[in-house]
């Protein structure tokens, strides 16, 4: 079975553009979550995305948005990009919505290293 | 608001020995509690997933034990190897519809040969 697949890996982007990053989950599962990774603040929750809909957010700004296919895979997207949204972007996907209990674990993918100049 | 912190920040020990990593939290209404392994560049990897109800969870050389009252889990590694050699990040579940994720900063584990 494949893991979850986040393309692309690195990314390069200057102050003011916008980027959107791709996740794709293990077959089956329909839930995607987006993560921040930065050495400062550690890992944080941006939102979650299951059967489409946003189920929800984290404490980020309306420039971070995101959306979910009917396949499942799901892109984040960031716009006017600011130095400080330099970091590894994770995406992790399970069976069913978070909000109704983690019972079974997050699968995450390898991540999109981000850096804005 | 929930804070997850996790002791000590690194820790190096020989092949071999039996260790112990920590993470307390703050706010023990939790459903859940789940650790971490993170490679260097990689994504994270779920060791061990402790529902509220649960005292402990083992896998293989791993155990991990869960006291909600007091906002303590710890990670038991047994005959640590090289391999094990990665950051641990300890993350909690607060649940419902406005759930929240919280966690901790990590253990950065180093076993030498």
């Known amino acids: 079975k494949a893991g979850v697949t986040q393309t692309p890996r690195y990314l390069i982007k200057t102050r003011g553009q916008q980027v959107t990053l791709s996740c794709s989950p293990i077959?089956?599962?329909?839930?995607v979550s987006w993560y921040q990774q930065t050495p400062g603040q550690g890992l944080q929750f941006l939102f979650e995305?299951?059967?489409?809909?946003?189920?929800n957010k984290g404490n980020f700004p309306g420039r971070f948005s995101g959306r979910q296919f009917s396949n499942s895979r799901s892109e984040m997207n960031v716009s006017t990009l600011e130095l400080g949204d330099s970091a590894l972007y994770l995406c992790?996907?399970?069976?069913?919505?978070?909000?109704?209990?983690?019972?079974?674990?997050?699968?995450f993918g390898n991540g999109t290293r981000l850096t804005v100049t | 608001k929930q804070e997850v912190t996790q002791i000590p920040a690194a820790l190096s020990v020989p092949e071999g020995e039996n260790l112990v990593l920590n993470c307390s939290f703050t706010?023990?209404?939790?459903?859940?509690l789940q650790w971490f392994r993170q490679d260097p560049g990689k994504g994270l990897t779920s060791l061990l997933l402790?529902?509220?109800?649960?005292r402990e969870q083992t896998s293989g050389r791993l155990n991990a034990s869960l006291d909600k009252s007091s906002g303590r889990s710890t990670l038991y590694i047994a005959a640590s190897q090289p391999g094990d050699s990665a950051t641990y990040l300890c993350?909690?579940?607060?649940?419902?519809?406005?759930?929240?994720?919280?966690f901790g900063k990590g253990t950065l584990l180093t076993v030498n040969p």
């Open positions: 706010d023990s209404a939790i459903y859940n």
């Open positions: 992790a996907s399970s069976l069913g919505s978070l909000d109704r209990g983690m019972y079974s674990p997050l699968h």
């Open positions: 995305y299951f059967s489409e809909t946003q189920r």
């Open positions: 993350a909690v579940f607060s649940g419902g519809s406005n759930y929240k994720l919280t």
């Open positions: 402790i529902q509220s109800s649960q």
């Open positions: 077959s089956g599962h329909r839930s």
